[in-house]
């Protein structure tokens, strides 16, 4: 089992906000990166630390944090924004990266 | 532009070697680490570890040692993937990625393509 837990799945209506979330004790001290998955592509990262976004990525993806639990906010979800998205940050000890089970968004 | 460009897939036998390759470009190689990521099909996103591209150090996640070994070229900005005695459960997409601010394993930017290893009798 993941450091990080993630819901398996979640829904939105076009044009609607969605928030993602990932669970994880490391999460209180370590910043939260989030990565976009298509199927058959390699991911692609959209928050980055804090709440950064890199070059190209939409201003609708915005990342939080509170205690334990970090997020992934899309602000008016796009058809587009269908994918697997999963969270990444330091695991329980602190010494390793890992991998949250990752979210797959389906957007109505 | 950062680029990288892994090797093609691969259909190897159980007990069999594959060694999977990642070439980088578009930036001076030692100065960020190479991270390896695998994924099984149908499932989640798995962080092997890093390999320190100046010093050629490897740090191999949990579950990750003993079979796993990162490798470099520096001459060539290709990092490698050895895996060895091969089973069915290592059948998977392997990538290489790079960060973005100089944290290995953390805001992987940039990806490789990705390399298919298939491992069947």
């Known amino acids: 089992s993941s450091d990080l837990t993630q819901d398996p799945a979640v829904s939105v209506a076009l044009g609607q906000t969605v928030r993602i979330t990932c669970q994880g004790d490391?999460?209180?001290?370590?910043?939260t990166n989030w990565y976009q998955q298509e199927p058959g592509q390699a991911p692609v990262l959209v928050i980055y630390?804090?709440?950064n976004r890199p070059s190209g990525i939409p201003a609708r993806f915005s990342g939080s944090s509170s205690g334990n639990t970090a997020s992934l906010t899309i602000t008016g979800a796009q058809a587009e924004d269908e994918a697997d998205y999963y969270c990444n940050s330091r695991d329980s000890s602190g010494n390793h990266w890992v991998f949250g089970g990752g979210t797959k968004l389906t957007v109505l | 532009q950062v680029q990288l460009v892994q090797s093609g897939s691969e259909l190897k036998k159980p007990g069999a070697s594959v060694k999977v390759s990642c070439k980088a470009s578009?930036?001076?190689?030692?100065?960020?680490?190479m991270t390896w990521v695998r994924q099984a099909p149908g499932q989640g996103l798995e962080y092997m570890g890093w390999?320190?591209?100046?010093?050629?150090?490897?740090t191999y996640a949990q579950g990750f040692t003993g079979r796993f070994v990162f490798s470099l070229d520096t001459s060539v900005s290709t990092a490698y993937l050895q895996i060895s005695t091969l089973k069915a459960e290592d059948t998977a997409v392997y990538y290489c990625a790079r960060d973005l601010i100089g944290v290995p394993g953390s805001s992987l930017m940039w990806w490789g393509q990705g390399t298919l290893v298939t491992v069947s009798s």
């Open positions: 578009g930036y001076t190689f030692s100065n960020y680490g």
């Open positions: 390999i320190n591209t100046k010093s050629g150090n490897p």
């Open positions: 630390g804090k709440n």
């Open positions: 490391s999460l209180r001290n370590y910043y």
